[in-house]
Each structure stands twice: as C-alpha cells, then as structure tokens.
C-alpha cells in the first residue's frame, strides 16, 4: 500500500495539471485549501484553479491579521467514494471538487441494460460529510484529518513564513547607530499543525530582500515584510515576498 501511495503522489504535478484543465462545469465548485496542496505538490501549475489558489495563499499572509498560508484541517482528505482504499491524489481531488457531479459507476445486477446502466458512486462512508466548522472541532482546531505523517506530505512541512521587522539607521547630533529588528517564523508540524516561534534576522532565507548591512556600519534600513517559501514534492523551491 505505501508503495501505491508512493507511486501516487510522484505523479501529482503531472496529476494536478491534468485536474484543473478538466472541463469547467466540473470545477465549477472547489476547496480552496485542497487545490492548495494538489497546486503546491504540482509546483503551482497554470490553471485558473491554481491562480485562485496561490492568490489565496499569499493573501492570507498579507497583514493584517497573517494566517497561515494553507489551512489543512480546512480540506476533507477522509472524504473518498466507495471502492479500493484511495491515494492522496484520489481524495484530494474528491475534497477539492464537493459539489462537483459524482463519477458515475455500473454495477452488474443480472440483465445486460441493468449491468450498463450508470448510477452515482457514493461515498464509502455514507455519513461522512464534514464542513469546515466539523473539521475544525474534530482536529481541536488545526491540523489534518487523515495522517500525513509520511515524507511524501513533506511538501506540506517545507512551507515557511517569515514576519520580518528591521529598522537600522543613526540619529540625534552625535550620530548614534539605533537598531530594533523582530523575526517570527511560522511553521507546519507532522500532521498540518501551525505555530510561530521566535527567531532573528540571521534566520532569514538568502532569497529574503531587505535587512541587507544590517549590524554593520550603520547603513539605513527599513524593512517590515512578509515572506513564504516551499518546496513542491520534487524539491523545487520557491518563494514570495511581500513588503509593507
């Protein structure tokens, strides 16, 4: 089974773009935070899906209030249709589209017409149908509700946010150098969870612009910004930054 999952999610970029060229009235309604991680795991594909999707996740860490990028507990990856156990890609594609038309199976029952005849597949658990309130209270608030434990959700954990505050320069008749600078890193723990934690500017990745002769012989900085980076399940690293 884990060599299954495997094999699954290493096609996700060529996956993700496949889903989101699917026709336009299947996609008609989709889960924000599930095309996120079929988006990020695919190195943000060009879709109009994956456009709304990376607006999404760069608007939420746009002050104020800075969220975290991608809300896991928010996509339903336990939701699946009947049959074998379904990979990753398989049950994010079913949470992404919820409203999407159900993929229509035939099942035999003896006459040739009643073998042809496609009837809506459903979920293997007729009675699972959580919104994103139910998955917030069943997580207690963050974190994923199946387990992604595994390294080949470590697209998921290689999202970082930087709040960044770095003022430098020399003031008042004697030209005394001032300095303040704060650094807060927010990250995904190994089911989804986010938290900050307190950092400083020698933390900042080298793609960061900004803070640059900061400590130094005092030349002006000001920086307030916001930047975010991953990596998509093949590794490849990006990032964004926005100053304010």
Not at 85 to 113: H, K, M, N, V
Not at 174 to 196: A, E, L
Request: hydrophobic share 35%; glycine share 8%; with cysteine.
């Amino acid at each position: 089974m884990l060599t299954l999952l495997r094999s699954t999610t290493l096609t996700a970029a060529v996956a993700a773009v496949a889903i989101f060229n699917a026709p336009r009235e299947a996609n008609a309604a989709f889960n924000v935070d599930c095309a996120m991680l079929l988006c990020l795991a695919g190195g943000w594909p060009k879709s109009a899906e994956c456009t709304l999707a990376y607006a999404t996740f760069i608007r939420r860490v746009t002050p104020w209030p800075i969220e975290p990028p991608l809300q896991i507990w928010r996509c339903p990856m336990g939701a699946s249709y009947e049959g074998e156990p379904s990979s990753p890609l398989q049950r994010l594609y079913e949470a992404t589209f919820p409203d999407a038309q159900r993929p229509l199976q035939s099942i035999p029952t003896g006459s040739q017409e009643a073998a042809l005849a496609p009837i809506p597949a459903v979920f293997r658990d007729p009675d699972y149908r959580p919104d994103a309130a139910a998955i917030l209270q069943l997580v207690a608030g963050q974190g994923a509700d199946v387990d992604i434990s595994d390294p080949i959700y470590d697209f998921v954990r290689s999202i970082r946010v930087f709040d960044v505050h770095a003022r430098q320069g020399e003031v008042g008749k004697d030209r005394d150098c001032t300095r303040s600078s704060s650094v807060r890193i927010g990250s995904y723990g190994t089911q989804g969870d986010y938290q900050w934690r307190n950092a400083s500017l020698s933390d900042l990745p080298a793609a960061h612009v900004g803070t640059e002769g900061y400590g130094g012989s005092c030349p002006s900085v000001n920086n307030r910004s916001i930047f975010v980076e991953w990596k998509d399940y093949s590794g490849t690293y990006g990032h964004e930054q926005v100053n304010y």
